[in-house]
């Protein structure tokens, strides 16, 4: 039986389309905002939702989500929020929902019941930034146990034989890393992209989407056509959350369809 996400890209290739992944922070600019957001980005179309759990360290993250972070926290935002709010948001629009988190959160509720925890709250899987490739196949069993999957990321420094390794562990799909830094929104797609798909290619048949820097239609395109099944996009997204608050979800909704309909174009 399939995951819901495998199931959400198979769908995807059968229809010979790609995917739109929108990342959020939970708690900014509150829950009650969260869940706006998430069924917004769902009613535009999103292939599935990284929804991020706030963390006083992000270290992968530029600015922008760095400041969702400390918002989000500001607010006493707890693990336990996160999880419901996903919940709630699964249960309303039926989209993928993918727990972003880096280890430390999780460590401290234990991996084994953070399995079981997110298949409660009816999550499809869970994204660790920092979850060593060498460490990562317990908690991968503990989801996969469960019917969720373990979505992993891979740099451009990352070598064939590493490639591989993470992917071992890797169910969902794997997230390519389209530049060497963090988060944030880019004038251009890096040049590293495509050389990083096609290494990637020669070691797995896992969905991969690439990000770190995608923030436009014509971006999302390059990537596309470097063989990219989808596209995260996060920063731009937070961005439009910082700047419109509680009115973001109307702003986020337009957004994301404005990137799904971006396939036509390149059809």
């Known amino acids: 039986m399939s995951t819901p996400l495998q199931k959400a ?13 929108p990342y959020i922070t939970a708690g900014d600019p509150g829950l009650a905002t969260t869940y706006e957001l998430l069924v917004a980005m769902a009613r535009g179309g999103a292939t599935a939702i990284e929804l991020g759990v706030p963390f006083s360290d992000p270290m992968a993250d530029g600015p922008v989500i760095q400041r969702a972070c400390e918002r989000a926290l500001a607010k006493g935002l707890h693990l336990n929020d996160v999880l419901e709010v996903g919940r709630r948001a699964t249960a309303a629009t039926g989209v993928p ?14 991996l084994e019941k953070m399995a079981q925890d997110a298949a409660a709250a009816s ?5 660790v930034t920092d979850l060593p490739a060498e460490t990562a196949q317990g908690f991968s069993q503990a989801l996969q146990r469960r019917g969720l999957d373990l979505v992993s990321l891979v740099a451009p420094t990352s070598t064939e034989k590493r490639i591989a390794q993470i992917a071992q562990s890797a169910t969902g799909f794997l997230y390519a890393i389209s530049v060497t830094g963090v988060t944030g929104a880019r004038q251009q797609l890096s040049a590293d992209a495509g050389a990083l798909l096609e290494r990637i290619r020669r070691v797995t048949k896992l969905p991969v989407a690439i990000g770190f820097g995608v923030s436009s239609a014509e971006q999302a395109r390059q990537a596309w056509a470097q063989g990219a099944d989808a596209v995260v996009v996060g920063s731009a997204i937070v961005k439009k959350i910082e700047e419109f608050g509680a009115k973001a ?6 957004f994301v369809r404005e990137l799904v309909a971006a396939q036509a174009v390149e059809a």
């Open 9 to 21: 890209f198979h769908d995807l290739r059968a229809a010979g389309r790609k995917g739109v992944v």
């Open 97 to 110: 929902i993918v727990l972003f988190s880096y280890l430390n959160p999780l460590l401290r509720r234990g």
């Open 123 to 127: 999550l499809a899987g869970v994204l």
């Open 249 to 254: 979800p109307a702003e986020v909704e337009r």
